[in-house]
């Protein structure tokens, strides 16, 4: 079974600043999906940025990149130049690769406030 | 391009009746999938439907059903509700073939007050 663990249940950032949101994983797979979703206050949860697991190369979405390290799995999240509108819940999620995709998993998530 | 719509927003049960949520997928996706929400618990996944057909199933009791249409919309249902029940459950969709990303696309969800 797979499991998903964020360590850090808060972060707090100033505007402008840079934050890293930790993340490890636990599968016995070889191909997957890594992702952190981004779930702001009485707001939907949206994607913030996609991993392959067999690409070599760090996923980016303009201010997000991720630190992706399959031999650790381990799978972090850095925002730059932080927003007020980053102020969100951020759940780091994992789900097997296929046609037929199985469930997301989830991890605990880590309640991140950007301050002015 | 409409998102995932979820009805009802919020509501309040009493513990032993039934409810049922309704959610309609992003246009094109058929595949949609259901999570409960909880402080204690975190996401969970319920189950997931594609093509009218469950394909997986999450660890919940035998209260927890769900169905899907023939254009997708899928409906939750929970009967007997206990206390424990009270959580945001969302719904969720995807595109399935070649083009898909893994990328689930969430409602806004679902609140459930068991009182």
């Known amino acids: 079974a797979q499991t998903v663990t964020q360590s850090q249940p808060e972060m707090s950032v100033q505007e402008a600043e840079t934050v890293t949101l930790s993340c490890t994983y636990d599968t016995s797979e070889n191909n997957y999906y890594l992702f952190w979703y981004k779930q702001p206050p009485s707001r939907q949860m949206i994607l913030v940025i996609r991993?392959?697991?067999?690409?070599?190369q760090n996923a980016t979405e303009n201010r997000f990149s991720v630190n992706f390290q399959k031999a650790a799995k381990s799978f972090s999240l850095k925002i730059s130049d932080s927003q007020l509108g980053d102020t969100a819940m951020y759940f780091c999620?994992?789900?097997?690769?296929?046609?037929?995709?199985?469930?997301?998993?989830f991890g605990t998530g880590t309640r991140l406030q950007v301050f002015p | 391009k409409a998102g995932v719509t979820q009805t009802p927003r919020y509501l309040i049960k009493t513990r032993g009746q039934q409810v049922t949520l309704s959610c309609s997928p992003i246009?094109?996706?058929?595949?949609v999938s259901w999570y409960q929400q909880t402080p204690g618990q975190g996401l969970q996944f319920l189950f997931e439907?594609?093509?009218?057909?469950?394909?997986n199933k999450g660890n919940f009791p035998g209260r927890f059903s769900g169905r899907q249409f023939s254009n997708s919309r899928s409906e939750m249902n929970v009967s007997t509700l206990e206390l424990g029940d009270s959580a945001l459950y969302l719904c969720a969709s995807q595109v399935q073939g070649d083009t898909n990303t893994g990328e689930l696309f969430f409602g806004e969800g679902s609140r459930l007050t068991v009182l």
């Open positions: 439907y594609f093509s009218e057909t469950q394909r």
């Open positions: 991993q392959e697991a067999y690409k070599q």
């Open positions: 999620a994992f789900m097997k690769l296929g046609y037929n995709t199985d469930k997301l998993i």
């Open positions: 246009s094109g996706h058929r595949s």
